[in-house]
């Protein structure tokens, strides 16, 4: 039989030829457009198009494998108007995610559904602290502070939950002033019952001091400062500068993650990946630590090192990868635009 409109033939790559010369010989005209559809509906998708006389090969010249499907018909001859998903901006680009792995998915959901192939590489895991005592404590005292400071979103969940296991709420910082360093922090105190006093216009310490010092003098007042157990010193050092009490807690710790490295090496060696992206300057030691840096450093020019904000760039260029870009705006949705700019003037 020759088939009525549309044929979709799935798995048929090894019997193509045999396919088409059936077709052929049952009276379906040489010149019926086909498509070959390699990992159809992935970003790792290839379409591979000919005609009956003509697919068998070109599919061997491509090297075309399954899974794949075949479409035969002039249904084919819509593929120029229709392809959509092949024009998503990041279609087909393998990007590494180094995030904790409670923390990638908001990152690799807006990657994907962009078209980007995701490989989530957690090189840091969340902790919680050693111990609970200095929280504990805190959470004890929380009235005697004019100012509690979340550097992260992950300072302020474990805070809370810790003052929440104390038997409190957010009621507990009434009269006390909050101030919170980007909107993904400011979000998860807000599913506390908190809304910031304060967020600096740039996600960074010394913004957060700058913002501070505009809205009140420093000296004799007294900071809270829940944060991980490798944060920056920067901003306790401003403000103990400025005459201020700082009190440091260690509100969760990170440590490496296990993560498949012979894997991850394979790709980037292979000139696989298309980029790497970096939200912290602990998931940029990590992956160098992880991978080793010899091998980081033969390979660092296979791959575009993505920066969400400054800090995570500096630390990148002491370790020595030159980002290749960084976010503007110091959030995920901001490296998510970061990433479809860049590739978006590569391919210009």
């Given at each position: 039989?020759?088939?009525?409109?549309?044929?979709?033939?799935?798995?048929?790559?090894?019997?193509?030829?045999?396919?088409?010369?059936?077709?052929?010989?049952?009276?379906?005209?040489?010149?019926?457009?086909?498509?070959?559809?390699?990992?159809?509906?992935?970003?790792?998708?290839?379409?591979?198009?000919?005609?009956?006389a003509?697919?068998?090969?070109?599919?061997?010249?491509?090297?075309?494998?399954?899974?794949?499907?075949?479409?035969?018909?002039?249904?084919?001859?819509?593929?120029?108007?229709?392809?959509?998903?092949?024009?998503?901006?990041?279609?087909?680009?393998?990007?590494?995610?180094?995030?904790?792995?409670?923390?990638?998915?908001?990152?690799?959901?807006?990657?994907?559904?962009?078209?980007?192939?995701?490989?989530?590489?957690?090189?840091?895991?969340?902790?919680?602290?050693?111990?609970?005592?200095?929280?504990?404590?805190?959470?004890?005292?929380?009235?005697?502070?004019?100012?509690?400071?979340?550097?992260?979103a992950?300072?302020?969940?474990?805070?809370?939950?810790?003052?929440?296991?104390?038997?409190?709420?957010?009621?507990?910082?009434?009269?006390?002033?909050?101030?919170?360093?980007?909107?993904?922090?400011?979000?998860?105190?807000?599913?506390?019952?908190?809304?910031?006093?304060?967020?600096?216009?740039?996600?960074?310490?010394?913004?957060?001091?700058?913002?501070?010092?505009?809205?009140?003098?420093?000296?004799?007042?007294?900071?809270?400062?829940?944060?991980?157990?490798?944060?920056?010193?920067?901003?306790?050092?401003?403000?103990?500068?400025a005459?201020?009490?700082?009190?440091?807690i260690?509100?969760?710790?990170?440590?490496?993650?296990?993560?498949?490295?012979?894997?991850?090496?394979?790709?980037?060696?292979?000139?696989?990946?298309?980029?790497?992206?970096?939200?912290?300057?602990?998931?940029?030691n990590?992956?160098?630590?992880?991978?080793?840096?010899d091998?980081?450093?033969?390979?660092?020019?296979?791959?575009?090192?993505?920066?969400?904000?400054?800090?995570?760039?500096?630390?990148l260029?002491?370790?020595?990868?030159?980002?290749?870009?960084?976010?503007?705006?110091?959030t995920?949705?901001g490296?998510?635009?970061?990433?479809?700019?860049?590739?978006?003037?590569?391919e210009?």
């Amino acid at each position: 039989s020759t088939g009525i409109g549309t044929l979709v033939f799935y798995m048929g790559v090894k019997n193509l030829p045999e396919i088409a010369s059936k077709l052929m010989e049952n009276g379906r005209a040489g010149d019926t457009p086909v498509s070959i559809v390699e990992w159809a509906t992935t970003p790792k998708q290839r379409v591979v198009t000919g005609t009956l006389a003509t697919i068998s090969d070109i599919a061997k010249n491509e090297r075309v494998k399954p899974p794949a499907l075949t479409i035969v018909g002039e249904v084919n001859n819509l593929r120029e108007p229709l392809k959509w998903f092949e024009r998503l901006p990041l279609f087909g680009r393998k990007i590494i995610v180094t995030r904790s792995r409670s923390q990638a998915s908001e990152l690799s959901t807006r990657l994907r559904c962009l078209g980007a192939d995701v490989v989530e590489m957690p090189t840091i895991a969340i902790a919680p602290p050693e111990s609970w005592d200095a929280i504990d404590d805190a959470v004890a005292r929380i009235g005697c502070f004019d100012w509690v400071i979340f550097t992260s979103a992950n300072g302020a969940e474990y805070f809370m939950r810790r003052l929440r296991t104390a038997g409190g709420d957010a009621r507990a910082l009434s009269g006390v002033k909050v101030a919170a360093i980007g909107p993904a922090t400011a979000k998860k105190l807000n599913e506390f019952g908190i809304a910031p006093d304060y967020q600096p216009l740039k996600y960074v310490a010394e913004s957060i001091f700058e913002g501070l010092a505009g809205i009140e003098k420093l000296n004799g007042k007294k900071f809270l400062l829940p944060r991980a157990d490798i944060a920056r010193e920067a901003l306790a050092e401003l403000l103990k500068g400025a005459g201020a009490v700082v009190e440091e807690i260690t509100a969760y710790r990170t440590l490496p993650a296990e993560i498949d490295a012979g894997a991850i090496k394979g790709m980037i060696a292979g000139g696989e990946v298309d980029a790497v992206t970096f939200t912290s300057s602990s998931t940029a030691n990590n992956f160098v630590e992880r991978l080793g840096s010899d091998f980081v450093g033969e390979n660092k020019d296979k791959f575009a090192a993505v920066s969400i904000g400054p800090v995570t760039t500096g630390t990148l260029r002491s370790i020595g990868m030159e980002p290749a870009a960084a976010a503007a705006e110091y959030t995920i949705p901001g490296l998510v635009e970061t990433l479809v700019a860049y590739f978006g003037r590569k391919e210009n």
